[in-house]
């Protein structure tokens, strides 16, 4: 399974970005899907995940209500809408797919990732 992210590029403060994942090499229906970044310095961190049918959603609280995953298991793929961006959002983002159906914010629930794509937000 491969997946690749796109989307990223700079913003000011209070933007948005859409982030999108096309995933190939296996059944994109059966996977669940989660959106992942990593900070300057930081460890990588759980940002949004979805369930394999799209009906069940989780964020982690530094985005909720800012950022909407969603997804599109006609053309394979997973979105990551990002509204009123702040600095602190300024981050590589990373894609995954995950076997369990409802996956949630660890690591190891995924057994596929794409390469980032880098998110800046100008303050």
């Known amino acids: 399974v491969q997946l690749q992210a796109s989307g990223g590029g700079l913003v000011q403060t209070g933007g948005s970005l859409r982030l999108s994942c096309v995933t190939s090499g296996g059944t994109f229906s059966r996977y669940g899907m989660g959106w992942f970044r990593q900070r300057p310095g930081k460890e990588r961190e759980f940002v949004a995940a979805?369930?394999?049918?799209?009906?069940?959603?989780a964020y982690a609280d530094s985005v909720k209500g800012r950022f909407t995953i969603s997804r599109d298991n006609a053309k394979n793929m997973v979105y990551l809408q990002m509204n009123s961006l702040k600095p602190e959002d300024t981050a590589v983002y990373y894609c995954?797919?995950?076997?369990?159906?409802?996956?949630?914010?660890?690591?190891?629930?995924?057994?596929?990732w794409g390469q980032g794509t880098q998110v800046t937000v100008s303050s």
């Open positions: 979805i369930s394999w049918s799209g009906r069940m959603a």
């Open positions: 995954a797919a995950s076997l369990t159906v409802v996956p949630g914010g660890r690591h190891d629930e995924y057994a596929y």
